[in-house]
């Protein structure tokens, strides 16, 4: 019988992060899941160990014991406050993680990424995110995978109104997203975590990007 795994989550109390972690707790591969979080997420179950910490000085961590780590850290520039703020929360708090990640000799590190990240966009949010990616490819891992979804779908505890009104028309026109147009569709932040559960079990190595269409394609998986 394999060995339990064990899992660490980045960003457990965000829309992704949170679905992520429920279905580690409720998936019997993983015998352990720890969470770095700001702030506690109120879920208390035996396989679950909750850390608080400073990101600004996560640098300071000395080892991840965990063979997978899924990276759900992200925000907006408007709840950072500041493309600066962004910028460190949402790229340089990554990296350093997966730098402790990289030393630590971690099996996968999982990344949510954005659909049309590129470095060299004009759109500043994707810009960052392709950078990442970047700095991503640039450690070595025996895997990575990547996740590009498009417009993430599920309850958020804050309200953001333009996403909330991007989501009623995603689903009021879902049914104009087919074909060449899918990876447009908006997809629910409980696939994206299936999804990611799923990429983490399988017996892959390398640098592998998932299209939001691919995510998509695990709504018809057990």
């Known amino acids: 019988m394999q060995k339990p795994l064990k899992a660490l989550v980045i960003g457990a109390t965000g829309l992704c992060g949170n679905q992520c972690l429920i279905q580690l707790l409720n998936d019997e591969a993983y015998g352990s899941v720890e969470i770095w979080v700001r702030r ?38 408007k709840k950072a406050g500041s493309r600066e703020n962004f910028t460190r929360i949402d790229h340089d708090y990554v990296i350093s993680v997966a730098r402790i990640a990289e030393r630590s000799q971690v099996e996968k590190f999982l990344y949510i990424s954005s659909m049309g990240a590129n470095k060299n966009s004009q759109n500043f949010y994707l810009r960052t995110k392709g950078k990442v990616e970047e700095s991503l490819g640039m450690l070595v891992f025996p895997s990575l995978v990547i996740f590009r979804p498009s417009m993430l779908m599920g309850h958020r505890e804050e309200h953001r109104f333009g996403e909330q009104v991007g989501k009623a028309v995603m689903k009021a026109l879902g049914f104009m997203f087919i074909g060449k147009l899918s990876k447009y569709r908006g997809v629910e932040a409980s696939l994206v975590a299936k999804a990611m559960l799923h990429e983490a079990k399988k017996e892959k190595s390398g640098i592998s990007i998932i299209e939001s269409d691919k995510i998509q394609l695990y709504r018809t998986l057990e």
């Open 40 to 77: 506690s997420c109120g879920i208390v179950h035996p396989k679950l160990t909750e850390k608080i910490v400073d990101f600004g000085r996560i640098s300071e961590t000395e080892c991840i014991t965990a063979q997978h780590v899924f990276c759900c850290l992200g925000t907006t520039i």
